[in-house]
């Protein structure tokens, strides 16, 4: 595992200056996803063609966890058909749990800077908000706080 200051650099970056935060007019999906515990709020928009999520975005507030994530999200799943969306949301949630290998994790590319987030159960919800708000976008499941089993 790399150093912590790697880390912390990529989720400053992204919370910094997010790619992905700034508003999605044509959107086909638009969810507001909340985490009452932090006050972290953000409306994830996304444009999905033939089964492929090909533009994303989100807006709102949120703790610089919340928003690095959701960013750093938002740029993994761009350009991939829904499932695979899917496949790393469900990969990332294993890691937050603490339950992911080397190799899960490694697949995560910049995501895994959250890895120590599951030693900081107070953090959870913030880094998997995003990441919560997709799934419920993708598969139209109401998701409910499945990060805590």
């Known amino acids: 595992m790399e150093n912590r200051s790697f880390y912390n650099e990529i989720l400053t970056e992204h919370n910094v200056r997010p790619e992905f935060k700034h508003n999605l007019p044509d959107a086909d999906i638009v969810l507001e996803g909340v985490n009452p515990s932090c006050g972290d709020d953000i409306f994830l928009k ?7 999520i090909v533009d994303g975005a989100f807006v709102g507030d949120g703790c610089a966890i919340s928003q690095a994530s959701a960013d750093i999200m938002l740029g993994m799943v761009i350009g991939r058909k829904k499932e695979d969306a899917l496949q790393l949301g469900r990969t990332f949630m294993k890691m937050i749990k603490g339950e992911a290998s080397e190799e899960e994790i490694n697949s995560l590319e910049e995501a895994s800077a959250l890895c120590d987030i599951a030693h900081m159960p107070a953090r959870v919800k913030c880094a998997v908000l995003g990441w919560r708000t997709l799934k419920e976008a993708l598969s139209g499941e ?7 089993e």
């Open 46 to 52: 996304l444009k999905v063609e033939d089964d492929t």
């Open 142 to 148: 109401d998701v409910e706080d499945d990060e805590d």
